[in-house]
C-alpha cells in the first residue's frame, strides 16, 4: 500500500514537471521565434486601371498571403492567386500604404534610399496556370519595419529592372 502511494506521488511530480516544460518552452518560442502574418480573401481591384475602359482582369479574383519573419532575421512571403486570368504574367509587390489609401502608395523599401531592386523590394510577380492560379514566394534578408507595410499590390505586367510594373490592378491588404 505504501508502496503504490509512493508511485502516485512520483507520477504527480512528474506531471507537474512536463507542465512547467511545456510552460517555459511556450515562452522561449514566443521571446525568440518567428511571427507569422496571414491574410486571405477577395482582391480589391481598382476601377479603370488602364484609364481606356478595358475591364479590370482581376475583378473577381482572390489572394491569399502568408508572411513569416524568421528568428534568424528573413522575411519569406507566400502569395496565392485564383481566379485570375489563365497564361498570364503579372507584377506584384509588397506596398507600404493599405489598399483604400492611395491604391496601396509606393513599394516598402528595406533601405528607403536605395533604388528598386529584389534584394530591397519583397517582389511577388507570378504567372497564372491554365486555371488562373498563381503563386509567388520572396525571401529577404531583412524584417520589416512595424506597421511600415500594409498591402500586397497586384500588377498589370512583370517587374523590370528599376522596379516598374504597370498599372496597379488589384490589392491585398495584410499588415505586416
Ligand atoms: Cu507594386
Known amino acids: 500500500m505504501q508502496n503504490i502511494n509512493h508511485r502516485r506521488s512520483l507520477l504527480v511530480i512528474a506531471g ?7 510552460l517555459v518552452s511556450t515562452s522561449v518560442a514566443g521571446a525568440t ?9 477577395d482582391l480589391i481591384t481598382y476601377a479603370n486601371p488602364y484609364t481606356n475602359g478595358t475591364p479590370n482582369p482581376l475583378d473577381g479574383a482572390q489572394a491569399s498571403v502568408h508572411a513569416v519573419a524568421t528568428a ?3 522575411t519569406i512571403v507566400t502569395l496565392h492567386v485564383s481566379g485570375l486570368p489563365a497564361n498570364r504574367s503579372f507584377g506584384s ?11 496601396a502608395g509606393g513599394h ?19 504567372t497564372t496556370n491554365a486555371a488562373g492560379q498563381g503563386e509567388a514566394h520572396a525571401t529577404v534578408d531583412w524584417v520589416i519595419r512595424s506597421g511600415d507595410a500594409k498591402a500586397v499590390v ?6 523590370d529592372s528599376a522596379g516598374v510594373a504597370g498599372p496597379k490592378l488589384g490589392c ?5
Open 108 to 126: 516598402y523599401r528595406n533601405v528607403p534610399a536605395d533604388p528598386a531592386s529584389p534584394e530591397n523590394e519583397i517582389w511577388l510577380d507570378f
Open 93 to 103: 509587390h509588397v506596398h507600404v500604404r493599405a489598399c483604400e489609401d492611395n491604391k
Open 154 to 159: 497586384i500588377h498589370d505586367h512583370t517587374t
Open 16 to 22: 507537474a514537471l512536463a507542465a512547467v516544460t511545456v
Open 33 to 41: 521565434g518567428a511571427s507569422v502574418v496571414r491574410a486571405t480573401g
Open 172 to 176: 491585398l491588404n495584410v499588415d505586416l
Open 72 to 74: 534568424s532575421g528573413k
